[in-house]
């Protein structure tokens, strides 16, 4: 079945580190896939998304790039903030308004 | 524009009891998806409701159940509570015509606690 492998946390970096967290995938048909962040008390907002093999995303200086051949869609950012704290979600969708969540990885960014 | 609006945002019930959850979708949007979030199982889909119908059904007991009004509003029910029903619900909504690539926007959750 469709599934979601995600870099476990939590994950602490000072600022202006390089961030990457690795997100793999196993889907039956052809995902879409997403990243999604959530911060405290709060829902998930939709970071970046890529439609196609070899699509990159981008959105906040980060960036994840589909990889079909290693089904792969990791996450990175060249200099993390400590605005970036937050909870980090994997995400595939392959039909409809459905989708499968990798467990989030915790990122703190420390000053 | 108004974004997904989940009610209410806490709840505590007791064993054995019902509970209904809201949520109304952004405007335009007709799909509406329902999320049950825990530490220990992580984010897992409930079910898809569009245009009314159910359209796609996760691996979750009968107890949980939901419904589309036909202004895409959806409400989900869980009967019968049990303490491993405490959970912060997610809706998330969306065009649901798109297919493929589409985005979904989540709702704050409502974060059930049962005692």
């Known amino acids: 079945g469709d599934s979601v492998t995600q870099m476990e946390g939590p994950v602490t970096l000072s600022e202006e580190a390089f961030l990457t967290i690795n997100c793999t995938y196993t889907?039956?048909?052809?995902?879409?896939l997403f990243w999604y962040v959530q911060y405290p008390g709060e829902g998930l907002q939709l970071l970046l998304k890529a439609t196609k093999a070899d699509d990159k995303g981008s959105n906040k200086g980060f960036e994840a790039t589909y990889r079909k051949e290693t089904t792969s869609f990791h996450l990175e950012k060249g200099s993390v903030q400590v605005s970036d704290s937050a909870v980090y979600f994997c995400?595939?969708?392959?039909?409809?308004?459905?989708?499968?969540f990798g467990t989030g990885t915790s990122l703190t960014v420390i000053p | 524009k108004a974004g997904v609006t989940q009610t209410p945002r806490y709840l505590i019930k007791t064993r054995g009891q019902q509970v209904t959850l809201s949520c109304s979708p952004i405007?335009?949007?007709?799909?509406v998806s329902w999320y049950q979030q825990t530490p220990g199982q992580g984010l897992q889909f409930l079910f898809e409701?569009?245009?009314?119908?159910?359209?796609n059904k996760g691996n979750f007991p009968g107890r949980f159940s939901g419904r589309q009004f036909s202004n895409s509003r959806s409400e989900m029910n869980v009967s019968t509570l049990e303490l491993g029903d405490s959970a912060l619900y997610l809706c998330?909504?969306?065009?649901?015509?798109?297919?493929?690539?589409?985005?979904?926007?989540f709702g704050q959750g409502t974060r059930l606690t049962v005692v």
């Open positions: 405007s335009g949007h007709r799909s």
């Open positions: 995400a595939l969708s392959v039909t409809g308004n459905q989708f499968y």
């Open positions: 889907a039956t048909g052809y995902p879409s």
């Open positions: 998330a909504s969306s065009l649901g015509t798109g297919g493929y690539g589409t985005e979904a926007f």
């Open positions: 409701y569009f245009s009314e119908t159910q359209r």
